[in-house]
């Protein structure tokens, strides 16, 4: 019941036309995002933009609808591109803030506000037979090694793997937590977007990749465990579940408190965090 409310909300953020956004006048320096500014600064008129990470996409629209409803003289405009394509925007102001799934290589301008905790899953069609994978399969498999998912004990399907580009920190978490490093074959299919990856899951028998937990529908894609641990939140606040990230909203220096109010927003809704499938930063006891 839980994954239907989240994917319908998911459904209707995909469709929902937020207000464009002016230039980029309030990244100027003055107000932390650690806690919400005075009082009488929140709800100033202003134009807020992000653009970065599609795993955060559905998070941080819902929370502009949401904070635009408070504050109505504020205009925050929403865009995707992947999480390197937000800190590079980011780094050079032109967005106020650059959602990331990973910490940028290079920009010490960049100032970084941890606002949630994303699960990532490796999710087949649920015609691959697979519900269980052990770490070499995974690897195998994105190696182009395993072409054939009774290979790894699932049905006599071809394998298509449906990557992501390198601009995505899905990715890159990826290969990090679970490749070991390694970049995955690039012989399969490349998908921009987290939305467009399930949808071509969901549609080709066969297909595998990976996306965060809140683009998971029940009866469209399997997120598989991997070497039993299934990709719940209890493991991975744990720790027994290692593909998980945390969620950044990174602003070129300190924000102005416009900003900062918008990110200590999105922070601190823990009811809209678990609605749209997300765990508070709080909740991972220093992990």
């Keep these: 019941m839980l994954q239907s409310r989240v994917a319908a909300v998911i459904a209707a953020l995909l469709f929902l036309p937020l207000a464009a956004c002016g230039g980029g006048g309030n ?11 005075a009082a009488s600064a929140a709800g100033a ?3 807020i933009s992000a653009a970065g990470s599609t795993a955060m996409l559905p998070l941080v629209k819902q929370a502009a609808v949401d904070y635009q409803g408070k504050h109505p003289d504020v205009k925050i405009s929403v865009s995707g591109g992947g999480s390197r394509v937000g800190l590079t925007q980011a780094a050079q102001k032109a967005v106020d803030i650059g959602d990331s799934d990973i910490p940028p290589a290079n920009e010490p301008a960049l100032v970084d506000h941890q606002v949630a905790v994303v699960t990532f899953a490796v999710v087949v069609n649920p015609k691959a037979g697979v519900k269980n994978l052990t770490t070499q399969q995974v690897r195998g498999i994105f190696s182009g ?6 290979q790894a004990g699932g049905s006599d399907q071809q394998i298509t793997v449906i990557n992501r580009p ?15 490093g390694s970049e995955p074959t690039e012989s399969g299919l490349t998908q921009d977007s987290s939305g467009t990856v399930a949808t071509m899951v969901g549609q080709t028998p066969g297909a595998i990749s990976y996306v965060a937990m809140n683009y998971v529908h029940a009866g469209q894609l399997q997120a598989v465990s991997i070497d039993g641990i299934a990709p719940s939140d209890a493991n991975v606040q744990s720790g027994k579940y290692k593909y998980w990230s ?16 918008f990110i200590n927003y999105v922070k601190t809704d823990n009811s809209l965090l ?6 508070p930063v709080g909740s991972m006891h220093g992990k």
């Design 145 to 150: 090694a395993i072409t054939n998912f009774k």
């Design 27 to 37: 990244t100027k320096s003055g107000a932390s995002a650690s806690g919400s500014p």
């Design 166 to 180: 390198r601009s995505s920190g899905t990715r890159a978490v990826f290969v990090k937590n679970i490749l070991a």
């Design 45 to 47: 008129p202003g134009n």
């Design 274 to 279: 678990k609605q749209l499938g997300f765990l």
């Design 246 to 261: 945390y969620e950044h909203m990174y602003t070129n220096g300190q924000p102005g408190a416009q900003v900062a109010d």
